[in-house]
Structure formats: structure tokens, C-alpha cells
């Protein structure tokens, strides 16, 4: 079973840009496909980016198309999430996901990373 480490976030400014870096331990990540989900305080959590097995596909949710591009790296067993141009309404904690079967419901989770950025 594998186990997620998130790290990466912070406090930024609007503009600004940060890498999210999501570790997989205890089974070989290329096994899974993986995602970045994110809530912000008082709301639903929501999808924001997935990447297949190999890295060959990548599906971002629009509000973030353009800005976050999201990658990995199996022989580091480590995925990554760039964000770019953040802004306020990016502030949320940021959680990876990954599962075995499939990109679009995950079995597995990180304890998640807060990302706010200021105005």
C-alpha cells in the first residue's frame, strides 16, 4: 500500500509561482495513477490536476489550465505540481492522490500542504 508525503507549500504573493512535490513510499509509484486535489476553508474539496501512469496523459480542471502543470517522476517515485501566476483563490490545502486502476477516484492519500497566497 502506498503512503503520500506532500511538501512544497506556502505563503506567496499573487503572481508568484511554487512546485508542490507529492512522495510516494512503500510501493513503486509507477503502479499508480496520480492526482492534486485541493479545499479551500469552508469548502468541498475539488479535482485540479491528474496524471496517468507513464505521464503520458495530464487533465486539469479549468480554473487552472494555463497556470499548473502537473508532472512526474517514477525513478524519484515522486510527483510535482508547478503553479504558476497563483492567485488568491488558489489559497487551500493541496493533497495528492493516487490509485491503481484509474485517474478519476483515488484510494489513496497525503495528509495535504497549504498553499495561500496574498493579494
Known amino acids: 500500500q502506498v503512503q503520500l508525503v506532500e511538501s512544497g507549500g506556502g505563503l506567496v504573493q499573487a503572481g508568484d509561482s511554487l512546485r508542490l512535490s507529492c512522495e510516494a513510499s512503500g510501493d513503486t509509484m509507477s503502479r499508480y495513477a496520480m492526482g492534486w486535489f485541493r479545499q479551500a476553508h469552508g469548502k468541498a474539496r475539488e479535482f485540479v490536476a491528474a496524471i496517468d501512469w507513464n505521464g503520458d496523459k495530464t487533465y486539469y480542471a479549468d480554473p487552472v489550465k494555463g497556470r499548473f502543470t502537473i508532472s512526474r517522476d517514477n525513478a524519484k517515485n515522486t510527483m510535482y505540481l508547478q503553479m504558476n501566476n497563483l492567485k488568491p483563490e488558489d489559497t487551500a490545502e493541496y493533497s495528492c492522490?493516487?490509485?491503481?486502476?484509474?485517474?478519476?477516484?483515488?484510494?489513496?492519500w497525503g495528509q495535504g500542504t497549504q498553499v495561500t497566497v496574498s493579494s
Open positions: 492522490a493516487a490509485d491503481l486502476k484509474s485517474y478519476i477516484i483515488f484510494d489513496f
